[in-house]
């Protein structure tokens, strides 16, 4: 079966860095994406991997290890407004997009 | 008004009741999405239509009736519900379904109770 593991909670600090990891086992890779859901709201589009190595985009950045099945979303100078749940998700060889349930990220002050 | 639209925020529903939600994007995209979403759980997709024709229906019971009269509207009807489908209802939309890269954007949910 196709599978995506994230780890369902983390704690960090306002000011530092945090790096949420994402495992996943899917029947064919086109591509990762990173979505940040606050309580309450629509999940937003944060980043898209389809090729291996790392994308930064401000604070946040998103690396890819095709061969690894793996990705993490880094997360810098952390501000109490990222705290928010985080979804990975992959898209498989036939463009469905397998969700996983999501990192629970606490921001403290 | 501009992203995609959700209506309404919040619903509580008897078992015997009949209720629609109501989506609408204003984003021009082709494809539109139906997805569950259940505390600790990862999103569940339910209904996707690419230009206004069903292309995905993932084994949801037929108490779920999808209704796309047109590329910007989305409607998700509701009728018999059981206490386990109380859950955040998002509608999504993107550009094209088929191709990667493209993300999905999001209404902000229906909080559906179901008693």
């Known amino acids: 079966g196709q599978n995506i593991d994230q780890p369902t909670e983390m704690t960090a600090t306002e000011g530092a860095i945090v790096q949420i990891n994402c495992t996943y086992q899917t029947s064919g890779f086109n591509g990762l994406f990173w979505y940040q859901q606050h309580a309450g709201e629509a999940p937003t589009f944060l980043s898209y991997?389809?090729l291996d190595g790392l994308e930064e985009k401000g604070r946040f950045s998103s690396f890819l290890s095709r061969s690894k099945g793996y990705s993490y979303l880094l997360l810098k100078e952390l501000q109490m407004k990222d705290s928010a749940s985080y979804l990975c998700a992959v898209l498989d060889s036939n463009y469905q997009l397998i969700w996983g349930a999501g990192t629970k990220l606490i921001i403290k002050p | 008004e501009t992203g995609v639209t959700q209506t309404p925020r919040h619903l509580v529903m008897g078992m015997t009741n009949k209720k629609s939600l109501k989506c609408e994007q204003h984003?021009?995209?082709?494809?539109m999405y139906w997805y569950k979403q259940s505390a600790k759980k990862p999103l569940e997709l339910m209904f996707v239509?690419?230009?206004?024709?069903?292309?995905e229906n993932n084994s949801v019971p037929s108490r779920f009736s999808p209704e796309c009269p047109n590329s910007s509207h989305l409607f998700l009807h509701l009728h018999t519900l059981q206490p386990e489908d109380s859950a955040l209802y998002l509608c999504a939309s993107s550009q094209d379904p088929g191709q990667g890269g493209s993300p999905l954007h999001f209404g902000n949910g229906t909080r559906l109770t179901v008693t």
């Open positions: 991997n389809v």
């Open positions: 239509y690419s230009l206004e024709e069903r292309v």
């Open positions: 984003l021009g995209h082709n494809a």
